[in-house]
């Protein structure tokens, strides 16, 4: 299986910050790479995938990038609705597996 | 509009088997493409990924740790539905189902495959 981590576990920041989060694979999966942000008492929404596509209706200050093991979620100016919990995951494989999480707290 | 809803018992007591259904409209598990997975997620843990079954009927498991599960899909009610034998308190999670759509990018060859939908979960404590 590949695993997936994510640094850091959480993160505290402002209104207005620019973030950024990583992944790391164990395995090269190319730019089979999703993230997905989860609000508590909600399911995950996805926000990235392929590595750096923006999902319809996400906002633009959201970016990925990265190819290979390391990629980057951006987040360029911090919105108060951004504080949330981050997941990457890989589709380069099945089983698919997902990172541990990133929290983002104010 | 693509919807997922999950169903099931709240409550289920070590040893016993779980089955929980996800109900699906908007999409057809036949057509090309298409798949459906289960994800769980423990009180304040992070995503797992359980299962899937894919528009021709082939099944992929979680391997870690090994259980038994089995995914299946009954596509007159466009349903999927999980069993997992023998649980035990560990197994206590949030159970998500989702489907996996894909999208192929401009200059590419391969399916980009990503979990586009999501159901709203369902609680499942297990305790005797």
């Known amino acids: 299986d590949i695993q997936m981590t994510q640094s850091p576990s959480s993160l505290s920041a402002s209104v207005g910050d620019r973030v950024t989060i990583t992944c790391r694979a164990s395995?090269?999966?190319?730019?089979?790479l999703n993230w997905y942000q989860q609000k508590p008492g909600q399911a995950p929404r996805v926000l990235i995938y392929?590595?750096?596509v923006l999902q319809r209706g996400v906002p633009p200050r959201f970016s990925g990038s990265g190819s290979g093991t390391d990629f980057t979620l951006t987040i360029s100016s911090l919105q108060p609705e951004d504080f949330a919990t981050y997941y990457c995951?890989?589709?380069?494989?099945?089983?698919?597996?997902f990172g541990q999480g990133t929290k983002l707290e104010i | 509009q693509v919807t997922l809803t999950e169903s099931g018992p709240a409550l289920v007591k070590p040893s016993q088997t779980l089955t929980l259904t996800c109900t699906f409209t908007?999409?057809?598990?036949?057509?090309?493409?298409?798949?459906v997975s289960w994800i769980r997620q423990p009180p304040g843990k992070a995503l797992e990924w359980l299962a899937r079954?894919?528009?021709?009927?082939?099944?992929y498991y979680s391997t870690s740790p090994r259980r038994t599960l089995t995914i299946s899909n009954d596509t007159s009610k466009n349903q999927v539905v999980l069993t997992m034998t023998k649980v035990d308190p560990a197994d206590t999670a949030t159970y998500y189902c989702?489907?996996?759509?894909?999208?192929?990018?401009?200059?590419?060859?391969?399916?980009?495959?990503?979990?586009?939908?999501w159901g709203k979960g369902i609680p499942v404590t297990v305790s005797s």
């Open positions: 995951q890989q589709s380069y494989s099945t089983p698919r597996t």
């Open positions: 079954i894919d528009w021709d009927g082939a099944e």
């Open positions: 392929g590595a750096a």
């Open positions: 395995h090269t999966i190319s730019n089979f």
């Open positions: 908007g999409f057809s598990l036949t057509t090309s493409g298409m798949r």
């Open positions: 989702a489907r996996e759509y894909y999208d192929i990018l401009a200059g590419q060859i391969y399916y980009y495959y990503y979990m586009d939908v």
